[in-house]
């Protein structure tokens, strides 16, 4: 089994509040979520406006199949016209 993680900070220029910033970020997870069966979470800067930073994991039996997953989760975020990519961290975990 293959794990495929990343931590992606974001930012959020449009956001005037909390209110706007979560409207955002919600929308970017459920997307994630349902489009790619990613587990999706925000695990950071929960209090800035314009600043997030999101948690994503996938799993394959494949570490090809991971990665590629997880390349095309990152492609598409970084495609979003609402918010920018600050940073990634990658990590590849191999279980057995």
Do not use: Y
């Not at 997030?52 to 990665?67: D, F, L, Q, Y």
């Not at 918010?83 to 590849?92: F, H, I, K, P, Q």
């Amino acid at each position: 089994m293959t794990v495929e993680a990343a931590l992606v900070e974001l930012r959020i220029p449009g956001s005037g509040s909390l209110k706007d910033k979560r409207r955002v970020v919600r929308g970017l997870i459920d997307a994630a979520r349902r489009r790619f069966g990613a587990s999706v979470a925000e695990v950071g800067d929960l209090d800035l406006l314009r600043r997030a930073e999101i948690g994503i994991a996938v799993v394959s039996g494949s570490p090809a199949h991971a990665e590629a997953e997880m390349d095309a989760v990152l492609r598409w975020i970084e495609e979003r016209p609402d918010l920018e990519v600050a940073g990634v961290s990658r990590e590849t975990i191999q279980l057995r």
